[in-house]
């Protein structure tokens, strides 16, 4: 406290002492770690992952209450979008042949991950203690018609192409698909941003941003937060990347399908904005875990394959992205359910019980398939 309270003396920047401490605490960590990693320092590269993965998302906050909704909550699903990519793409050029199914697992875990886990979960705490929320059927509709025609490009069409055997997209079609998920992200990042706008944000007060009531941060508390932001997203690149063989071995050694290699690193890297849709709901702002949620779904997918095309292109691996019949079934489940769920403006408690249902079987049936 003390050290905080002379930053914001000296400096004029008002930031908790440990979102400060965390990221630096995570880079001495990293560079005196030495590979095979031990039991006891992978524990602490692990608790030091978590810590900088808050402190990251509390940075975004911070970031995002300056410049305001919806802005907000898209600052902060690209900033988890970029740990994800990165991360994705650092591992595959590491392993090569044997990381081609990663992205597809990774991607397919996060949809799953935020449609029936995150938002469940919000919904569940939601409808407990208001019973009701409402929220702007608008904005949560140009969402899903967004990730329903971008994940079924991605994940399941080229389960039925023809130009390559399997589930693999060939040159031209990988590159093509890539196309079409930036112009559906961009697309919606412009009607979220500026085209209507007033679609994501609280119904009956569009024209304030949620936290209003509260200052917003000076100038260089901001930057600081920025600059504090880019070297956690850094550093969770870098301490996931360390930790990957550490979580693959587990994986095998208790007879698990390595698919759930790709559910882990999704859950790691969803931990931050899931805590804060969580938060959200649990102040009955359910239009900020809504965007929270459905942004990041959308942004892992439309952003994430795009930076995959271009690995692919330029060092020749072959990546899988078709997902197998289970899984299909899973998303379009998923997808079917969460449509239902959003359809009448109102949510309540049953809705956030069955996406958890379903999470769980999702779960279930990737460790015993």
């Known amino acids: 406290m003390q050290t905080n309270n002379l930053l914001h003396k000296k400096f004029n920047i ?20 030495t590979e095979p990693l031990s039991g006891l320092w992978a524990a602490v590269m692990a608790i030091s992952l978590i810590s900088v993965v808050l402190s990251a998302v509390h940075h975004a906050e911070v970031v995002a209450h300056r410049v305001g909704e919806p802005f907000g909550t898209l600052i902060l699903a690209l900033s988890i979008t970029i740990i994800e990519v990165s991360l994705i793409v650092s591992i595959m050029l590491t392993e090569g042949i044997q990381g081609s199914t990663l992205a597809r697992d990774t991607v397919f875990a996060a949809i799953m991950i935020i449609l029936t886990g ?6 569940l705490v939601g409808g407990f203690r208001y019973k009701e929320q409402v929220f702007m059927k608008q904005g949560v509709s140009a969402s899903l018609v ?20 399997g589930p693999f997209y060939s040159n031209s079609q990988m590159i093509f698909v890539a196309i079409i998920c930036l112009v559906i992200y961009l697309g919606f990042v412009f009607v979220q941003a500026i085209r209507h706008r007033d679609y994501f944000l609280p119904e009956g007060d569009a024209s304030l941003d949620e936290e209003t009531h509260a200052p917003p941060p000076s100038n260089a508390t901001t ?8 070297l956690a997203l850094a ?25 759930l290699v790709g559910i882990i690193i999704a859950a790691v890297i969803l931990l931050p904005e899931g805590m804060a849709a969580l938060r959200a709901a649990r102040k009955n702002r359910l239009q900020t875990s809504l965007n929270l949620a459905l942004g990041s779904a959308l942004a892992s997918i439309g952003l994430t394959i795009p930076a995959v095309a271009i690995v692919t292109y330029f060092t020749g691996f072959t990546v899988t992205l078709g997902i197998d019949a289970k899984s299909t079934l899973m998303l379009m489940l998923s997808l079917f359910i ?22 769980a079987s999702y779960l279930f049936t990737t460790i015993v398939p």
């Open 223 to 230: 930057v600081s937060s920025l600059l504090l932001l880019l």
């Open 235 to 259: 550093m969770v690149v870098m301490l996931s990347k360390k930790l990957s063989p550490v979580i693959e071995n587990i994986v095998v050694n208790i007879g698990a399908p390595k698919s």
């Open 338 to 359: 969460v449509s239902l769920s959003f359809s009448s403006g109102r949510t309540n408690i049953l809705q956030g019980i069955v996406l958890l249902v379903i999470f």
């Open 118 to 123: 995150i938002i469940g979960i919000c919904l």
């Open 14 to 33: 008002d930031l908790p002492i440990w979102s400060v401490v965390a990221p630096l605490i995570s880079v001495l960590i990293f560079l005196t770690s």
């Open 146 to 165: 967004a990730i329903t025609a971008i994940a079924l490009l991605t994940l399941v069409l080229p389960n039925y192409t023809t130009s390559k055997a």
